[in-house]
């Protein structure tokens, strides 16, 4: 079975430009987690959707940020303008469904904002 | 504030031996409680999980909880080199909410 799916692997841009990272859930998982890790701070939860739809948004660090999922398979993470603060990998991970199930995370995205 | 707190290591440990990594957290409305596994480079890969008080076992790896003291081991026993990672504690609190909170993980090097 394929898990969950994360492009690009890598990205490096310098700032200012727009960065999109993309994710694709295991299929039939409901829940859909976009998680940041940096060494300072280890991995925090940006955002996450139920069912398509946004939950707790509470962890997105500034309006810089912002996150979609139009579908059940897909969903995207941009920051618009990009700073170098923002480098760190970006992991997705899904769930079955809401609450104790345990998260299955993709093999991240590694951003450098130069 | 909810936190998860580990031991940032690193925890030396002679191959054969058994590795004991601890986690305390902060919010005691927390319900379930996950191990993961993370090799330099890679993602977080799931281990164990565990929801009530007690110990659960699956294979060299035991999970023990104790919610009235708001601590979570993971024992592994036998411990091969394979096994040096860092170990992350994530804690899924109650009320609804969905995400989970990790610690900073705990860098366990294996000996051989």
């Known amino acids: 079975d394929a898990g969950v799916i994360q492009s690009p692997r890598h990205e490096v841009t310098e700032m200012g430009q727009e960065v999109t990272l993309r994710c694709k859930p295991i299929s039939g998982h409901n829940s859909l987690f976009w998680y940041r890790q940096t060494m300072m701070r280890g991995l925090e939860l940006l955002i996450y959707f139920n069912n398509n739809v946004p939950i707790d948004d509470s962890g997105m660090p500034e309006d810089r940020f912002s996150a979609k999922m139009p579908n059940a398979s897909f969903s995207t993470l941009k920051i618009q303008p990009s700073e170098p603060r923002d480098s760190a990998v970006y992991f997705c991970?899904?769930?079955?469904?809401?609450?104790?199930?345990?998260?299955?995370f993709g093999d991240g995205t590694r951003l450098s904002i130069l | 504030q909810k936190e998860v707190e580990q031991n940032s290591g690193p925890l030396s440990v002679p191959e054969g031996a058994i590795a004991s990594l601890n986690c305390t957290y902060s919010?005691?409305?927390?319900?379930?409680f996950f191990w993961y596994r993370q090799y330099s480079g890679k993602s977080p890969e799931l281990i164990m999980f565990i929801y009530s008080n007690g110990d659960k076992e699956d294979g060299r790896f035991t999970a023990q909880l104790n919610k009235a003291s708001q601590y979570v081991s993971l024992l592994i026993r036998d411990s091969q080199p394979s096994d040096s990672a860092t170990y992350l504690c994530?804690?899924?609190?109650?009320?609804?909410?969905?995400?989970?909170?990790f610690g900073k993980g705990t860098h366990l090097i294996i000996q051989p």
């Open positions: 994530a804690v899924l609190s109650g009320g609804g909410a969905d995400g989970l909170t």
């Open positions: 919010d005691r409305g927390s319900q379930s």
């Open positions: 991970a899904s769930s079955l469904r809401a609450g104790a199930q345990p998260q299955h």
